[in-house]
């Protein structure tokens, strides 16, 4: 059997169902051109592709093979190969559009053998007893630990394989059927390499050791270090799903990170098996206000608010962004601001190191209450409240907003002290919250699901 085996989302040696097909094997990592052109040319994430199939090239070389790198567009590279005579092509799955576009486009010229690799269960491993799928997660959830605890997560083992005979040097760039040979460099990419951070997945899944058994009561609190910081190992895969589960099993705590896992998983499922929700509400037929001004306002973090000022400036100049920082900054979004959720997930797309296409719809259409299992549409976040909460001592505000660094905590708190006060720098808020829930409820209200 002669195979194609293209790392996508699996950027590892170690654990990967990839690599269990043997035979003559051309591994390949394709930079998709139809993703990359439309990036800014510093966009972080370059940078840590990059650095990981450089990793992996050196990784699969130490095993006997090696990684042929291309860049162009997809289809028109695979058609290519497929003109060597290989029997087919062997991926780990995707489920937003385009993704299962491009691949239902491959299987039309080459057999495509389609891997769920990404997430712990395949799409139709965890079903209702009619074989349709769940629409809320504690029941999915019930269902899915069921189906863990009669699974034995093994390591995958390595086939035996012959290397396809081929030159693996620098990268190869396919335009109009024409192949260019690449130097493998950012630069080639028409890409800025960017510094990012160099703590090491070992050292991350220590600190995840000891960080469980508190990880339950802490983790929402922003500026404390109590996450597992693996969503970007994760998101391209230099971490295995399977790798990080039998890490985790039976450590004191694990059981509530686990949960996280499965809602990740959850997510996933839903966009699987309801694919319009990538752009549609799910319920509701209110879909939020167009407002460029306020849009540009959130963006440059100049709502006036702190939470949601220093959880977008976060992202702005990290990629990151904590989860309940989300969770308030989303809220904020559709319901204070009343714009639609659409445009908050596409910024979130942009910024975000970890950006998974179901993760930031589903967490989207969860804030917005439009969606499969959402939060009820009179549920609206008080920014201040929650800041309150669970950044009580302003540290992660003021972290990231240092115009308030002088300013008491209880004025940061106090949404009539900052309406009423000038800080140097910083503007007052855009909106009162209490009439702007008001009327993001009123408008949800009278919708129809």
Request: charged share 25%; proline share 3%; glycine share 4%.
């Amino acid at each position: 059997m002669k195979r194609i085996l293209w790392f996508r989302r699996d950027l590892r040696v170690s654990d990967n169902s990839l690599l269990t097909f043997g035979g003559e094997v051309l591994p390949i990592f394709i930079f998709d051109t139809n993703i990359l052109d439309s990036l800014d040319i510093n966009d972080r994430r370059i940078t840590i592709i990059f650095n990981a199939v450089v990793k992996l090239k050196s990784d699969l070389q130490e095993i006997g093979l090696d990684l042929k790198i291309y860049y162009g567009k997809p289809i028109e590279i695979l058609k290519h190969l497929a003109s060597f005579g290989f029997d087919e092509v062997v991926a780990s799955g995707d489920y937003d559009a385009y993704a299962r576009q491009r691949d239902l486009e491959v299987s039309q010229f080459i057999h495509f053998r389609y891997l769920s690799d990404t997430y712990i269960f395949k799409p139709h491993e965890v079903l209702k007893e009619d074989k349709t799928p769940y629409l809320v997660f504690t029941p999915f959830y019930q269902k899915a630990l069921k189906v863990l605890e009669n699974r034995e997560i093994f390591k995958k083992e390595i086939a035996t394989h012959t290397l396809h005979t081929i030159c693996y040097d620098g990268i190869s760039g396919f335009k109009n059927s024409k192949c260019i040979q690449l130097d493998l460099e950012m630069k080639t990419l028409g890409f800025q390499k960017t510094e990012l951070d160099q703590i090491s997945l070992k050292s991350k899944l220590q600190s995840l050791r000891l960080k469980l058994c508190i990880y339950k009561l802490e983790r929402d609190f922003l500026s404390l270090d109590a996450t597992s910081n693996l969503s970007v190992e994760l998101r391209f895969g230099t971490l295995g799903i399977r790798e990080l589960l039998r890490f985790v099993q039976g450590l004191d705590g694990s059981a509530d990170f686990i949960r996280q896992l499965i809602f990740r998983d959850f997510y996933a499922y839903l966009l699987f098996h309801f694919p319009r929700i990538e752009h549609e509400n799910y319920k509701y037929s209110f879909n939020g206000i167009a407002d460029q001004q306020k849009y540009e306002l959130f963006c440059s973090a100049k709502t006036g608010v702190p939470i949601i000022d220093a959880a977008v400036t976060q992202l702005i100049t990290t990629g990151k962004m904590h989860n309940r920082a989300r969770m308030v900054a989303a809220s904020f979004f559709t319901k204070d601001l009343l714009l639609p959720w659409q445009w908050g997930e596409k910024f979130f797309a942009k910024h975000l190191l970890d950006y998974d296409k179901a993760s930031n719809v589903l967490s989207w259409q969860w804030s917005a209450g439009t969606g499969v299992d959402p939060q009820p549409y009179f549920r609206v976040f008080n920014p201040y409240l929650q800041a309150k909460r669970f950044d009580k001592d302003t540290f992660y505000i003021k972290q990231y907003l240092s115009q308030l660094c002088d300013i008491d905590l209880k004025n940061i708190h106090d949404e009539e002290w900052l309406l009423n006060n000038k800080i140097l720098e910083y503007p007052r808020p855009i909106i009162r919250h209490h009439e702007a829930s008001k009327i993001a409820i009123e408008s949800f209200k009278h919708m129809e699901i």
